[in-house]
């Protein structure tokens, strides 16, 4: 998930994920789905309209983002 730092990052000017973040959000997705709760909850240094956006913007249905506690 590396790959999409530079779409979450706050200020970036990219308008969508690249393939190769698609590609890493899908497998923690279905690998360990809490694993993104908890890097969301761990930085304030992302852009969380384009966090949001991301399930769509990738085409990943059932993302736990949603379903977060906290930010």
Known sequence: MA???LFLI?????NSP???????????VQ???DCICV????????NFT??????SACQVVDSP?????GK
Do not use: R, W
């Open 3 to 5: 790959d999409c730092l």
């Open 10 to 14: 706050k200020g970036s000017t990219d």
């Open 18 to 28: 690249i393939p190769s973040c698609c590609f890493g959000f899908e497998t923690v």
């Open 31 to 33: 690998s360990n789905p």
């Open 39 to 46: 890097a969301l909850q761990n930085s304030a240094d992302f």
């Open 50 to 55: 384009k966090v949001l956006t991301s399930p």
């Open 65 to 69: 983002i949603n379903k977060c506690d």
